[in-house]
């Protein structure tokens, strides 16, 4: 799988290096890793297995959907980051649990195992002027 560390977009750039690599249905694909021996998966990628300590791990492609673990309701922040937001533990389908701010969802509709979709979209704009590209949850299925 290829790293993507800018995208082939002229003035985007991923949040950060390691979380995308190639694309799906147009859009930089979410990465994690998995060790080849034990097969435990991660997110973000790491270089190490941490559960059996192995080296021989392999970026992974992960999924798109999973289930709400829980949640927090976000009041004060950084001024890049209007409040409040909902900040969320998805479980994807891979046995990865990732923390993305969930949208469009209000506070009082949120449900502790409501499917989630996660979605490749801009977040900011960085000191260069380049668009930060990075994700976010949004219910999936009616589930909001």
């Known amino acids: 799988m290829v790293e993507v560390t800018e995208t082939g977009r ?3 750039v991923p949040v950060h290096p390691d979380v995308f690599a190639g694309e799906l249905e147009g859009e930089p694909q979410l ?3 998995r060790c080849r ?3 435990a998966r991660f997110f973000p990628r ?15 492609p992960l999924g798109r959907v999973g289930t709400l673990h829980t949640y927090t309701v976000v009041y004060q922040s950084t001024p890049e980051f209007p ?5 969320a533990y998805v479980d994807l389908p891979e046995g990865v649990r990732l923390l993305a701010p969930l949208a ?8 502790i195992g409501m499917p989630l979709r996660l979605q490749v979209e801009p977040l ?3 000191a260069a002027g380049r668009t930060v ?5 949004y219910a999936h299925g009616g589930g909001a």
């Open 133 to 137: 590209l990075g994700y976010r949850l």
């Open 83 to 87: 409040t409040p937001y909902i900040l």
């Open 37 to 39: 021996q034990c097969g």
């Open 104 to 111: 469009g969802v209000p506070v009082d509709q949120v449900r």
């Open 46 to 60: 790491r270089g190490v297995c941490a559960r059996c300590l192995s080296a021989e791990v392999e970026v992974v």
């Open 10 to 12: 002229s003035g985007v």
């Open 31 to 33: 990465v994690g890793s």
């Open 124 to 126: 900011r704009t960085d």
